[in-house]
Antibody
Framework: QLQLQESGPGLVKPSETLSLTCTVS??????????WGWIRQPPGKGLEWIAS???????YYNPSLKSRVTMSVDTFNNQFSLKLTSVTAADTAVYYC?????????????????WGRGTLVTVSS | QSALTQPPSASGSPGQSVTISCTGT?????????VSWYQEHPGKAPKLMIY???NRPSGVPDRFFGSKSGNMASLTVSGLQAEDEADYYC??????????FGGGTKLTVL
């Protein structure tokens, strides 16, 4: 059974860079069938898609966060990562990694069928 | 403020039905049949309950029903059970490889 597990610092100082890693276990990240993504949830608020990456390195970013976000993939360690620069208190959230099916022919799939449990990142000095 | 609007709370007694709405725009919910719903229990990973408006993944009870009309999607849970008490989030494709979510609805089983 494929599982996703987020890891990274739980506390980041304002103006610094938030870095998180998602480890994929029970399956390969190098599958042509899936994209891998990050989604976050600020306390008391709704979910927000951040970005998605393919194992080849192809990425898509939320336009509202694009200037501060970088996603990367490490196929050797079966991991993918998120970097969010110049963080503020507004970036405090539970960060989830998740899987989305890749397009197949003319059909694309815009739902996340597997999620990690999430990790809380607090931005505070 | 979330891109999709959901009521903050909903409730029903065991055995009853409850419907949660998800209101978007003609650029997301109204434009695409790519609405999905997620269930989240505290401390657990969100779980996909409905995808592409009406489809249930394997293992999701047929008590969960998704629908859409215009810019509004809905999730109906019939035959409410205690285990259905959770937060529910809707999501929609919004074009240009962008996905938007709702603010979530806390479902209480009375």
């Amino acid at each position: 059974q494929l599982q996703l597990q987020e890891s990274g610092p739980g506390l980041v100082k304002p103006s610094e860079t938030l870095s998180l890693t998602c480890t994929v276990s029970g399956g390969s990240i190098s599958s042509s069938f899936y994209y891998w993504g990050w989604i976050r949830q600020p306390p008391g608020k709704g979910l927000e898609w951040i970005a998605s990456v393919f194992y080849s390195g192809n990425t898509y970013y939320n336009p509202s966060l694009k200037s501060r976000v970088t996603m990367s993939v490490d196929t050797f360690n079966n991991q993918f990562s998120l970097k969010l620069t110049s963080v503020t208190a507004a970036d405090t959230a539970v960060y989830y990694c998740a899987r989305r099916k890749n397009c197949s022919g003319a059909s694309c799939y815009w739902y996340f069928d597997l999620w990690g449990r999430g990790t809380l990142v607090t931005v505070s000095s | 403020q979330s891109a999709l609007t959901q009521p903050p709370s909903a409730s029903g007694s065991p055995g009853q039905s409850v419907t949660i709405s998800c209101t978007g725009t003609s650029s997301d919910v109204g434009a695409y049949n790519h609405v999905s719903w997620y269930q989240e229990h505290p401390g657990k990973a969100p779980k996909l309950m409905i995808y592409e408006v009406t489809n249930r993944p394997s293992g999701v009870p047929d008590r969960f029903f998704g629908s859409k009309s215009g810019n509004m999607a809905s999730l109906t849970v019939s035959g409410l059970q205690a285990e259905d008490e959770a937060d529910y989030y809707c999501s929609s494709y919004a074009g240009s490889n962008n996905v938007v979510f709702g603010g979530g609805t806390k479902l209480t089983v009375l």
